[in-house]
């Protein structure tokens, strides 16, 4: 299993970028996806994720109403798309996928429930300038 997260950059306060996250080895439908993403010196943050049942969203407080996560089945692909980006957004941005059972209808990006995450991206970062 192989998940290639792609799209980070520089970009200017405001702006607007969109990450993928192209899995290879399994099949994305079938589990819950998440977006994490870890600044220098801070901890491992959860940013988004979507349900495998539903395709429920969830965001965090601090990206509420600015990012939107969503997945193309025919490319196997699941996307973060981010605007009206702040310098606090910048960090390295990571996919995830889970095939833990509870996440089906109801995923999570607690720090706790990072664990139950099984495959991880490479990452990709992000940078927003003031």
């Known amino acids: 299993v192989q998940l290639q997260a792609s799209g980070g950059g520089l970009v200017q306060a405001g702006g607007s970028l969109r990450l993928s996250c192209a899995a290879s080895?399994?099949?994305?439908?079938?589990?819950?996806i998440g977006w994490f993403r870890q600044a220098p010196g801070k901890e491992r943050e959860g940013v988004s994720c979507i349900s495998s049942v539903g395709n429920r969203e969830y965001y965090g407080d601090s990206v509420k109403g600015r990012f939107t996560i969503s997945r193309d089945t025919a490319k196997n692909t699941v996307y973060l798309q981010m605007n009206s980006l702040k310098p606090e957004d910048t960090a390295a941005y990571y996919c995830a996928v889970s095939g833990y059972r509870d996440f089906r209808r109801s995923c999570n990006i607690a720090t706790g429930a990072q664990s139950e995450y099984d495959y991880w991206g490479q990452g990709t970062q992000v940078t927003v300038s003031s």
């Open positions: 080895g399994l099949t994305l439908d079938y589990y819950a």
